[in-house]
């Protein structure tokens, strides 16, 4: 049995009403949630540059990473190490770029 955890029901706010939920147990865990069936992946370093990129992309300020090479994805997938490249505007135009096309 899933223990179920409520939000404010007059708001829709809480882990019943989210689609995902993410929630950093550690350094070295992280539990994620979804409202429907996942298939369970391998943990590679492009999938923890994928979590890292929406951390980076969902965050109100800042990011913290105990090492120097913290790796996310840029606008185009690729791989990257250097936190001064990373660029939300870029994701932002890229984003509405892709919902314009016909």
Known sequence: MVPEVRGWPELEIGFKSAEVVVFP?????????????V??????????????????LTADEEVY????????????GAYQTNWK??????FM????AETEKP
Not at 85 to 90: D, H, M, P
């Open 93 to 96: 135009q890229g984003s509405s």
């Open 25 to 37: 147990v550690s350094r070295h865990v992280l539990v994620y949630g979804a409202n429907c069936r």
């Open 85 to 90: 490249l990373f660029s939300k505007e870029r």
């Open 39 to 56: 298939k369970a992946t391998n943990t590679t370093r492009k999938r923890i540059a994928a979590h890292n990129t929406f951390t980076m």
């Open 65 to 76: 990473s105990h090492v120097p090479d913290f790796c996310w994805l840029d606008e185009t």
